[in-house]
């Protein structure tokens, strides 16, 4: 067969505008076959695979503004977590083993800024990026905290629990990852996996918090799959705890980096403050 144009785009190569070529890391047959199970297609088809690589129908993307673009990816994910929903049993271990991964990311992120904060109190003069840093470590300080005393409320909720609503999650989502055409579609579905669906919300999240107002997103997601209490709370708690900083050899990108970890804790905040006021309000 003759090609007679390659275009290479997110590590993937795409022939002829016909089909996709991408290199392999996992085999998604069973995946794939449990979605189709599910009466959920919204995937690529799959031409073939080999050892190395899956070849995929292309899909050309509609345009469309991104704003219209989310809330089709969230609807198609109220979709994909409604069709695949399930309990599954569970013993104490499963939930004491994800409180302990938690608390040990929390304890590891005090450490690290603490240990950061020690470095910066020794300069004589701070940089930018440390001056900002030590003028709003109070935020940092008090988002884990907020995430330490979630996780311990969380732990109280589930403690007696024997069941654990999982779904598939898609597990990688993006709106790099969401096409339309005739239909929407999620692709790049290697890294999905069976887990609580809150996990697909930590992605999207943490993907999208600069670039969309998340708390009308998830009143469209709950208003049409709710989560349990403790679901909520351990999703408040993961997207709570800040990331450590990227620190750089350029004072600029350190600069960016600082500043886009303190956008990311208000944004949080504002999303905690919009859930806490949902949650009196239904008490009163």
Same mark, same amino acid.
């Given at each position: 067969?003759?090609?007679?144009?390659?275009?290479?785009?997110?590590?993937?190569?795409?022939?002829?505008?016909?089909?996709?070529?991408?290199?392999? !890391?996992?085999?998604?047959?069973?995946?794939?076959?449990?979605?189709?199970?599910?009466?959920?297609?919204?995937?690529?088809?799959?031409?073939?695979?080999?050892?190395?690589? $899956?070849?995929?129908?292309?899909?050309?993307?509609?345009?469309?503004?991104?704003? !219209?673009?989310?809330?089709?990816?969230?609807?198609?994910? $109220?979709?994909?977590?409604?069709?695949?929903?399930?309990?599954? @049993?569970?013993?104490?271990?499963?939930?004491?083993?994800?409180?302990?991964?938690?608390?040990?990311?929390?304890?590891?992120? #005090?450490?690290? #800024?603490?240990?950061?904060?020690?470095?910066?109190?020794?300069?004589?003069?701070?940089?930018?990026?440390?001056?900002?840093?030590?003028?709003?470590?109070?935020? $940092? #300080?008090?988002?884990?905290?907020?995430?330490?005393?979630?996780?311990?409320?969380?732990?109280?909720?589930?403690?007696?629990?024997?069941?654990?609503?999982?779904?598939?999650?898609?597990?990688?989502?993006?709106?790099?990852?969401?096409?339309?055409?005739?239909?929407?579609?999620?692709?790049?579905?290697?890294?999905?996996?069976?887990?609580?669906?809150?996990?697909?919300?930590?992605?999207?999240?943490?993907?999208?918090?600069?670039?969309?107002?998340?708390?009308?997103?998830?009143?469209?997601?709950?208003?049409? #799959?709710?989560?349990?209490?403790? @679901?909520?709370?351990?999703?408040?708690?993961?997207?709570?705890?800040?990331?450590?900083?990227?620190?750089?050899?350029? @004072?600029?990108?350190?600069?960016?980096?600082?500043?886009?970890?303190?956008?990311? $804790?208000?944004?949080?905040?504002?999303?905690?403050? @919009?859930?806490?006021?949902?949650?009196?309000?239904?008490?009163?």
């Amino acid at each position: 067969m003759m090609i007679n144009k390659i275009t290479i785009k997110n590590n993937v190569k795409i022939i002829d505008n016909s089909y996709v070529i991408k290199k392999k !890391q996992k085999s998604l047959d069973d995946t794939y076959n449990y979605l189709l199970s599910r009466s959920f297609d919204y995937f690529p088809e799959v031409i073939k695979e080999d050892d190395k690589y $899956i070849y995929y129908k292309y899909i050309s993307d509609l345009k469309e503004p991104k704003e !219209q673009k989310i809330i089709d990816l969230i609807n198609l994910l $109220i979709l994909l977590h409604s069709k695949t929903t399930f309990y599954k @049993e569970i013993d104490i271990d499963h939930y004491k083993a994800i409180y302990e991964s938690i608390n040990n990311e929390i304890d590891d992120t #005090y450490n690290y #800024y603490n240990n950061l904060m020690d470095n910066i109190d020794n300069e004589i003069f701070m940089s930018p990026a440390n001056y900002l840093i030590a003028r709003n470590i109070t935020l $940092i #300080y008090k988002s884990l905290n907020y995430a330490k005393e979630n996780i311990n409320k969380w732990y109280k909720l589930i403690e007696n629990n024997r069941k654990v609503r999982v779904v598939l999650l898609h597990n990688n989502l993006t709106l790099d990852h969401y096409l339309k055409n005739d239909k929407p579609y999620l692709i790049s579905w290697d890294k999905s996996t069976i887990d609580m669906p809150i996990f697909d919300l930590v992605s999207l999240y943490k993907n999208n918090y600069l670039d969309f107002e998340f708390t009308d997103l998830l009143k469209i997601y709950l208003s049409k #799959y709710p989560l349990t209490k403790e @679901e909520m709370v351990l999703f408040l708690t993961i997207i709570s705890i800040p990331s450590k900083i990227a620190l750089s050899s350029s @004072e600029y990108k350190t600069v960016l980096e600082v500043r886009k970890l303190l956008d990311y $804790i208000y944004k949080t905040n504002e999303l905690r403050k @919009e859930y806490r006021i949902k949650e009196q309000t239904n008490k009163s």
